[in-house]
């Protein structure tokens, strides 16, 4: 399943354009990650492509097909999006939230099967969770509480995978293995796209950057491509050397 942004502009009645002519494909097998500055336009990019937002001008399909066109039920058997703060849930358990990630795939006045809890319970495990399904979530820490709503993301089976930054809430070892979990999840056939910050933790665990700035796409491609000493004094207005290959490090000056 692909996801292709083709020439989007956005912008509010009588607004300047906050997207102009941005395409991208976010495809299996490979993490595409999108960056930039506050208000470069990723979480704007981002409603674009889950068919929140509609375009000034372009298009985004999904399979081949506007993604506008889908049934809200049919868009989430095939596209869950994780936001950058999900709200807590108050009255739901940790297993109760993920479970509503199984909503599309049931029937009307339909409950959740020993299926749908196999599901639940496999999500839960990929991201760490199982032990927090008796907890209310409000009693969650923030952290756990960004690792349940992955599940309930990944409980819905989707093709496509969207996340609004998600490891801002999350100590390293859970970034860590959160990027790794993205990256299994892409290898296994999803199609996966992230909006991060930590430009150092995007190089080293995304296979695609596209790289925004003022709304526009400044660069895309592999980050030793994107990230370049260039790109980040261009992009960001700050000075680096960049070290290695494939996967760069970064040296900031003050």
């Keep these: 399943m692909m996801l292709v942004a083709e020439n989007l502009r956005f912008s509010y009645p009588g607004k300047d354009a906050l997207i102009s002519d941005v ?9 595409m990650g999108l ?27 999904l399979c081949d097909r506007p993604i506008r066109e889908y049934p809200p039920r049919d ?19 940790a297993l109760d939230a993920v479970l509503l990630g199984r909503y599309a795939h049931l029937g009307r006045f339909q409950r959740e099967g020993e299926e749908d809890l196999k599901i639940a ?3 839960m495990e990929k ?32 093709g496509v995978l969207l996340l609004d930054e998600p490891t801002s809430n999350l100590d390293i070892r ?6 790794r979990l ?33 709304g526009r796409l400044y660069a ?11 790109s980040l004094f261009e992009v960001y207005g700050v000075r680096a050397r960049v070290f290695g290959g494939a996967r760069p490090r970064f040296e900031f000056e003050e």
């Design 174 to 179: 859970h970034q860590l293995e959160t990027l």
């Design 220 to 230: 895309q491609g592999s980050p030793d491509q994107v990230l370049t000493p260039e």
């Design 127 to 158: 991201t760490g969770t199982w032990e927090l399904r008796g907890h209310l979530t409000e009693t969650l820490s923030g952290g756990e509480w960004q690792r349940i709503a992955i599940a309930r993301a990944l409980a819905q089976k989707p």
């Design 75 to 93: 868009l989430a058997r095939r596209l869950a999006l994780v936001p950058q703060s999900p709200s807590p849930m108050p009255g739901f358990t």
């Design 35 to 61: 960056l930039g500055p506050n208000g470069a336009g990723k979480t704007t990019l981002l409603r674009l492509l889950t068919g929140e937002l509609r375009p000034t001008s372009g298009k985004v399909l």
């Design 121 to 123: 319970q496999e999500a």
């Design 182 to 214: 993205l990256r299994e999840l892409s290898r296994e056939g999803m199609a996966v796209g992230v909006v991060m910050h930590d430009i150092a933790l995007a190089a080293r665990s995304l296979d695609q950057i596209a790289l925004l700035r003022g």
């Design 23 to 31: 395409s991208l494909r976010i495809v299996p097998g490979s993490v």
